[in-house]
């Protein structure tokens, strides 16, 4: 199996920063993995924030956090973090990590929550305004 645990949310007042950490462990994570952070407000979806497959050169990001958020993994490949800036109230939501059992092929979206078999337990995000 593999684990996710993520860190980092909190209060922060718009126009602030956060960053979030998700470390990955089990036999069975690979580096080459794809790993990527999804959010889900108050009564809404679960959407795509952003995700990173560098073995494939591909990084994304979802349009409502382009220029804002920074999607990045650690040397090792087990940690993904999420640089949040310039943050907004509309960025209020429960923040989960996402990754792939394997090695990622390019076969399925980035974007795509079905994409990713392993979950975080998620980590509350808040901006007042």
């Known amino acids: 199996q593999v684990q996710l645990a993520e860190s980092g949310g909190g209060l922060v007042q718009a126009g602030g920063s956060l960053r979030l950490s998700c470390a990955a462990s089990?036999?069975?994570?690979?580096?080459?993995?794809?790993m990527g952070w999804f959010r889900q407000a108050p009564g809404k979806e679960r959407e795509f924030v952003a995700g990173?497959?560098?073995?494939?050169?591909?990084?994304l990001y979802a349009d409502s956090v382009k220029g804002r958020f920074t999607i990045s993994r650690d040397n090792a490949k087990t940690t993904v973090y999420l640089e949040m800036n310039n943050l907004k109230p509309e960025d209020t939501a429960v923040y989960y990590c996402?990754?792939?059992?394997?090695?990622?092929?390019?076969?399925?979206?980035?974007?795509?929550?079905?994409?990713?078999?392993?979950w975080g337990q998620g980590t509350q995000v808040t901006v007042s305004s």
């Open positions: 089990g036999r069975t994570f690979s580096r080459y993995a794809a």
């Open positions: 990173n497959a560098w073995n494939a050169g591909t990084t």
């Open positions: 996402a990754a792939t059992s394997g090695l990622y092929n390019g076969n399925w979206p980035l974007a795509s929550s079905r994409t990713y078999d392993n």
